[in-house]
């Protein structure tokens, strides 16, 4: 790796990795009152398919992280160990200074305030958007978490009102189109009112207005004092929209890690990390940001 | 370090010639095969299940009533259907059905062509043979021919049989159609949990409704995509057997995922076992008057039927 | 398979549900306790799977459809409880939406195709594939034959229900009041169709899955097969087995569930002769029957036509349902004492299991 910038920090160089044990205390070198202190992830699907090979990271409050990377690189994986979903085969995951395991999850008090401070969208909103109607899709959390029926259904009502989808309350999920549908994931999430988000990809499948709409709303969030973590393929949004990125390498790793600015212009790590094109530009110094591709011209193509 | 994608396309992707076939030839359309037939016809049934929730958002008689009441109902109506032993008592029934339709605002062509195609015309079809002496003995009322002397041909038996098994096979189906085309699909659910049915039958019956979407879908785009990559037409069974074989496998690997990804998605918001529900269901005086109703209707029907006779 | 409403008195539909009832609360019991909170998920997508295979149907001659139920398959896949649940929330889908089997009869359709399809395919299942390791080919087969001779044992159970109607209903003057065929024609209107096509769809069917699975992900199948290794490597030395008594009996039922169909396949040459409108179907390549199998037909023929001599009418009614309960009975008795045999084993397997390995997570 020779194209980092100065600007740009690796996160955390030699990772210490740590036995996985229910007890295991933070890592020395964690900064204090970090959300997520993750440590040497490794995991992979079926024990064939490696989708993270060594992952550090940490997350502050207040943060908004972007994690880019190319199709297959890791994010959606890394984005379910967050949330406890998939448990990594090494490396350690602590969560608001508490170890993250398959076995710490399994206890009740453990698991309620786990999952009541984190939620999560998914990246395919058809698996997230499973109950009969609507309404009862975005009221599954809050049961499931002991709110009463009563403050569930205030909630619901402000939530699909503030998404502008109250019409499509008792729609059943199949009947709505994709975009419908991740609101409908996103509904169900906020309803819960998390301290952490965790986004796989939110704005693909929303039309332009709404993709310009979910972008206000997770800086809104985030200045409601929301930690947002997320997976984007969305370069153009990212100056508004994160505080941080972390750039995932094809190879399952992190290869940088930096305020957006900086890896924006930072070319070289770009294309290692397959991110982008050698014929397509970012451009930075303009007023607005242009994503354009150049007529290919190489040898053998006649056109 | 990750290579870049430099990945140069084949020259003959970009090359203008169509398909394989380098004469140009599109192909002649072929008749669809039955796995193709029971597709299509599938996701029409489905779409038309879909299409029912508007006849049920309609503001009729069984629209109004609480879906327990409905569902209650109609079992004791079914059962009052399945101990009549006379035509008459099934066709006053089957009349009465009808009516709560109209009132229901249910088209009644929609209706009919819901009801009849196909299980009672289908049935109607099978029990014709059984008029016939030598399935259903009894008085030979039309001679067909004569066998070491004895008189074969339609029974009266076999007649009423025949037409007594028809008329339940309808009117049983009516009763049903006509609950589930008034009631939306998620009302239909509640009553049922209301009924009793546990909680966690519940959450299966309404997760699989949604998945026979997505998986038909995915069926529909496999076929689909695997008759765009068939150019030529190999024997109709055949194909239909190879794909029943091949989709399955990849199905099942689609369920699998799919399963994986959704329990995901409910562990992620606190799903641990047991889910709860927004319970909305109260029943009013009219869904008890309508119970009432129902349980008259079924004694009279029952007593009617006893007195034609045995 | 799915019978309507109409075709069976309301007392078999009855019966259905007394077999059925107990059967769910078991099953809702056992996989709430087995596969924890996966079960839910992959119960509905097994089942919505179940119910789109069951849209792949023809009719047959006597008044359902001749399809494949995909029971057998998810038995092998989720355990068989599991497969209870998910082919009767198919079934209950099939009745309330389509209209395809009845209400008051879903209790029979789902001792049918939802208790007797998947045990008696999973029993054949293990039987047949034993201890061998989880991806090998002998299992294929086994899926195949389990889920080939399930499908026929569900359909034979769905003619016998049919064919006990009209002798044990019907009015004074002998008109039948529920489905009018008796057992030799309903044997074989049901028997040759799912020996033919659907038998061979569910068993092909089965026979894939079980396949890509091996190939995919074969983890999948870890927890229904507690104790089981993976592959050849991976197995343990393990003393010679000895025939359980249970074993042997669980091997008696199913031999015999596999033989019945045989042998009332005879009757069926008899009956196209009688009936015009089903010589068809025996034209469907039966016209060697097996000379062994003469005998089962004199011992079907004899017990039940002479048994239920249709041509008096005052038979004692009491008798034909003591009869038609009998025969439902020693189904469920059968089902109840495979289950049982499993139970005893699984739940052997399942504490060796806990002390031999720390519960991994899959996938
Ligand atoms: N269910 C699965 N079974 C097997 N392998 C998987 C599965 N899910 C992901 N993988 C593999 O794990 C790796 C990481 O996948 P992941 O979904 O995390 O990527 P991603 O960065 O989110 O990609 P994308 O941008 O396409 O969403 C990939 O190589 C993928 O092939
Ligand atoms: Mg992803």
Redesign the interface.
């Known amino acids: 790796m020779t194209t980092q910038e100065s600007l740009i920090s690796h996160d955390h160089a030699g990772p210490p990795t740590l036995s996985a044990g229910d007890h295991a205390p933070l890592p020395a070198d964690a900064p204090p009152g970090a959300i997520f202190v993750a440590r040497g992830l490794r995991y992979s699907y079926l024990d064939r398919f490696a989708a993270l090979d060594g992952v550090d990271l940490d997350v502050m409050p207040g943060e908004m992280v972007a994690l880019l990377g190319a199709n297959g690189s890791g994010k959606s994986t890394l984005l379910k160990v967050l949330d406890g979903l998939v448990f990594p085969s090494e490396g350690t995951l602590h969560a608001f200074g508490h170890l993250v395991t398959e076995g710490n999850l399994e206890d009740e008090q453990y698991v309620e305030a786990f999952r009541s401070r984190v939620g999560f969208v998914f990246q395919n909103s058809d698996t997230q958007v499973f109950s009969p109607t609507v309404r009862e899709e975005v009221a599954f959390g809050c049961l499931q978490l002991g709110l009463s029926a009563e403050e569930t259904r205030q909630r619901v009502d402000d939530v699909l009102g503030m998404l502008g989808i109250a019409d499509l309350a008792d729609r059943a999920p199949f009947q709505l189109s994709g975009g419908q549908k991740k609101k409908v994931a996103i509904a169900s999430v906020l309803v819960m009112n998390p301290e952490v988000l965790l986004f796989d990809e939110p704005t693909a499948a929303l039309d332009p207005r709404s993709q310009q709409w979910l972008a206000e709303l997770i800086v809104e969030l985030n200045a409601a004092g929301k930690t947002i973590v997320y997976a984007t393929h969305d370069l153009d949004v990212l100056e508004q929209i994160a505080t941080r990125c972390v750039v995932f390498s094809e190879d399952h790793r992190i290869l940088a890690s930096g305020p957006p600015g900086a890896i924006l212009d930072d070319t070289a790590l770009l294309l290692s990390a397959n991110l982008i094109h050698e014929h397509s530009h970012v451009h930075l110094r303009e007023g607005q940001r242009v994503e354009h591709s150049h007529a290919h011209q190489r040898g053998g193509h006649h056109h | 370090?990750?290579?870049?994608?430099?990945t140069?396309?084949p020259?003959w992707l970009?090359s203008s010639n169509v398909g394989l076939c380098p004469c140009g030839c599109i192909g002649k359309r072929t008749k669809g095969s039955?796995?193709e037939k029971?597709l299509t016809g599938?996701s029409d049934?489905l779409r038309q299940?879909?299409f029912s929730?508007d006849l049920a958002r309609r503001s009729g008689l069984l629209q109004r009533l609480d879906p327990r009441a409905k569902l209650g109902g109609?079992?004791l109506l079914?059962?009052g259907?399945?101990?009549a032993?006379h035509l008459e008592t099934l066709l006053a029934t089957y009349v009465v059905v009808l009516a709560l339709a109209g009132a229901s605002r249910v088209p009644l062509g929609f209706f009919l062509k819901?009801?009849w195609l196909f299980?009672p015309i289908?049935?109607l079809i099978?029990?014709?043979?059984?008029t016939?002496s030598?399935?259903?003995?009894?008085?030979v009322v039309v001679e067909l021919w004569s066998w070491h002397g004895q008189p074969q041909g339609l029974t009266?038996?076999?007649l009423?049989?025949?037409a007594?098994?028809v008329s339940?096979?309808?009117?049983?189906?009516s009763l049903?159609?006509l609950v589930?085309v008034t009631t939306?699909?998620?009302r239909?659910?509640a009553g049922l949990r209301g009924l009793g049915v546990?909680r966690?039958?519940i959450?299966?019956?309404?997760?699989?409704?949604?998945?026979?979407?997505?998986?038909?879908d995915s069926?529909t785009d496999m076929y689909e995509a695997r008759k765009a990559r068939t150019m030529a037409r190999v024997k109709h069974d055949r194909t239909a057997?190879a794909f029943?074989?091949?989709s399955?496998?990849?199905?099942?690997?689609k369920?699998?995922q799919?399963?994986?990804?959704?329990?995901?998605?409910?562990?992620?918001?606190?799903?641990?076992?047991e889910?709860?529900?927004?319970?909305t269901l109260r029943l009013r005086r009219a869904d008890l008057v309508a119970l009432a109703v129902a349980v008259l209707a079924t004694a009279l029907m029952l007593t009617a039927d006893r007195m034609l006779?045995? | 398979m799915h019978i309507p409403d109409g075709y069976l008195s309301p007392s078999t539909c009855a019966v259905g549900y007394a077999v059925a009832i107990p059967t769910w609360a078991i099953a809702s019991k056992r996989v709430s306790k087995v596969v924890k909170t996966r079960n839910v998920p992959m119960l509905a997508v097994f089942s919505a799977l179940s119910f789109l295979v069951m849209m792949f149907n023809v009719p047959i001659p006597d008044g359902t459809t001749a399809h494949a139920v995909g029971g057998a398959v998810i038995a092998i896949c989720l355990g068989p409880w599991a497969a209870v649940i998910a082919v009767s929330v198919a079934l209950l889908f099939q009745a309330l939406l389509f209209g395809d089997g009845g209400v008051l009869s879903y209790g029979v359709n789902v001792v049918n195709m939802a208790i007797i399809l998947p045990f008696v395919g999973y029993g054949i299942y293990r039987l047949i594939a034993g201890r061998t390791p989880l991806t090998s080919g002998r299992r294929v087969v086994a899926a195949a034959i389990g889920g080939y001779v399930g499908i026929n044992a569900a359909a034979l159970a769905a003619a016998v229900e049919f064919g006990i109607q009209p002798d044990l209903f019907k009015s004074a003057d002998g008109t039948p009041l529920y489905s009018p065929y008796h057992l030799s024609q309903t044997i074989p209107a049901m028997a040759i169709p799912h020996l033919t096509i659907a038998g061979l769809v569910e068993a092909v069917m089965s026979a894939a899955i079980v396949a890509y699975l091996q190939r995919a992900d074969v983890s999948r199948l870890v927890p229904s097969h507690p104790g089981i290794p993976l592959t050849e490597a991976d197995r343990a030395p393990r003393p010679a087995r000895t025939l359980a008594p249970a074993r042997v009996a669980l091997g008696f039922v199913v031999l015999m569930v596999v033989l019945s169909p045989l042998g009332l396949l005879a009757p069926g040459g008899a009956f196209g002769e009688d009936n015009p409108n089903d010589l068809n179907l025996n034209k469907l390549g039966l016209h060697a029957v097996p000379a062994g199998l003469d005998k089962y037909n004199g011992f079907w023929s004899h017990t039940l036509l002479g048994g239920y001599g249709f041509s008096s009418g005052d038979h004692a009614d009491l008798g034909y349902i003591l009869s038609a309960l009998i025969g439902i009975v020693v189904v469920g008795v059968a089902i109840l004492l495979i289950g049982l045999v499993m139970r005893a084993v699984l739940g052997r397997r399942d504490a060796d299991r806990e002390r031999e390995q720390e519960p991994q997570r899959l996938g």
């Open positions: 370090m990750a290579e870049h994608t430099t140069t396309t020259s970009l039955f796995v029971t599938g049934l299940v879909m929730d109609m079992l079914l059962i259907a399945g101990l032993h819901r009801v299980v289908f049935t099978v029990v014709l043979p059984a016939l030598i399935v259903t003995h009894g008085d009266a038996q076999g009423r049989s025949a007594l098994v339940r096979v309808a009117v049983s189906i049903v159609v589930t939306p699909w998620n239909l659910l546990p966690m039958f959450l299966v019956i309404g997760m699989a409704y949604r998945y026979i979407f997505l998986l038909l069926v057997r029943v074989g091949a399955a496998g990849a199905l099942v690997g369920a699998n799919l399963s994986e990804e959704v329990h995901q998605a409910m562990v992620a918001r606190g799903y641990r076992g889910a709860r529900v927004l319970d006779g045995r």
